[in-house]
């Protein structure tokens, strides 16, 4: 049997996921005859046509939906040997890219991601932050390693990678020192009427929240949104309202920003997770990364 022809593979692949020739001989650095002439070889060598020819446009049939779906796996795990082994060479930087949404808690994300230089040899961190959708593009793009997110990756996004839940945690709250002592002596229905500053609507927590206080029939007073966590903080350090945070970095609130806690709740939840393209956590990076988040969060829980 002949043996498969890996470049040719490739060149398939990356028409299937750029969708025309044109656009992946940009990413190969090719020209567009060269992908053509390559892709013909390709189907010549199987005896099979992968796409159908739509105009100037292709379109992957039934054989090519196949292909692909094995050349994902086979450079999926070219990749997972690369990073194993560039992990076991200890003279070699381990890169370890990662996609963090900017709605994750940043003294969350520092306290988890810090375990990557306990990994054997020389380790550089390399730290995207975006929203969502742009971060999981980059991930299926294979720039990044993991994604790490408040939200889990649903079948409405369609690119191969996996959920793997790092922890989860209930609210607290906060307000400046003049305010707590009258807030907390009836939460959470003090809170009716009461400035209250809010994540916005790129968080889950924005609905979770709101729907909670809909089922215990408290109206606070929505004063401010924020993309930004940190600045959310701020407001509420200057005394312009109460605000939310997950209880798992509640100590590093109260002494960041020198506000007290005013009350807590677990009806809420914030859930973390790490979105990778591997189905079991093979890339080192990514299982240490699991493994501290798991003992962190299992840690405060007994607290």
């Known amino acids: 049997m002949k043996q498969?022809?890996?470049?040719?593979?490739?060149?398939?692949?990356?028409?299937?996921?750029?969708?025309?020739?044109?656009?992946?001989?940009?990413?190969?650095?090719?020209?567009?005859?060269?992908i053509s002439g390559q892709l013909t070889a390709f189907e010549d060598y199987l005896g099979i046509e992968l796409f159908d020819r739509v105009g100037k446009r292709l379109v992957l049939n039934t054989e090519g939906k196949l292909a692909l779906h094995y050349?994902?796996?086979?450079?999926?795990?070219?990749?997972?040997?690369q990073q194993s082994l560039q992990a076991h060479d200890l003279t070699k930087t381990f890169i370890f890219n990662v996609g963090i949404t900017d709605v994750v808690p940043k003294i969350l994300v520092a306290t988890i991601l810090e375990s990557a230089y306990e990994l054997d040899g020389p380790v550089k961190l390399v730290c995207r932050e975006g929203d969502y959708k742009t971060l999981l593009g980059e991930l299926a793009l294979n720039r990044i390693d993991l994604v790490i997110s408040d939200r889990p990756l649903t079948t409405s996004i369609p690119i191969k990678a996996y959920n793997h839940l790092l922890g989860e945690s209930g609210l607290s709250f906060y307000a400046k020192n003049n305010d707590a002592k009258k807030l907390k002596s009836d939460f959470p229905y003090s809170l009716d009427q009461s400035p209250l500053l809010i994540s916005s609507?790129?968080?889950?927590?924005?609905?979770?929240?709101l729907n909670w206080f809909e089922s215990i029939d408290v109206a606070p007073e929505i004063v401010a949104e924020f993309d930004d966590s940190a600045l959310m903080k701020y407001f509420g350090q200057?005394?312009?309202?109460?605000?939310?945070?997950?209880?798992?970095?509640?100590?590093?609130?109260?002494?960041?920003?020198?506000?007290?806690?005013?009350?807590?709740?677990?009806?809420?939840?914030?859930?973390?997770?790490?979105?990778?393209?591997?189905?079991?956590m093979k890339h080192p990076g990514v299982r240490l990364l699991a493994e501290t988040a798991e003992q962190l969060f299992a840690s405060k829980r007994k607290q």
């Not at 050349?71 to 040997?81: M, N, R, T």
């Open 4 to 34: 498969l022809n890996y470049k040719h593979l490739r060149y398939f692949f990356t028409v299937a996921r750029e969708g025309s020739i044109v656009k992946a001989a940009e990413v190969l650095h090719v020209s567009p005859q060269t």
């Open 71 to 81: 050349a994902e796996d086979i450079f999926s795990l070219g990749e997972e040997l």
């Open 201 to 209: 609507d790129k968080s889950n927590q924005k609905a979770n929240l």
């Open 238 to 280: 200057l005394g312009h309202g109460v605000f939310c945070t997950p209880s798992i970095i509640e100590q590093h609130v109260c002494k960041q920003y020198d506000v007290k806690v005013i009350g807590r709740t677990d009806a809420v939840k914030e859930r973390y997770y790490a979105i990778s393209p591997e189905r079991k």
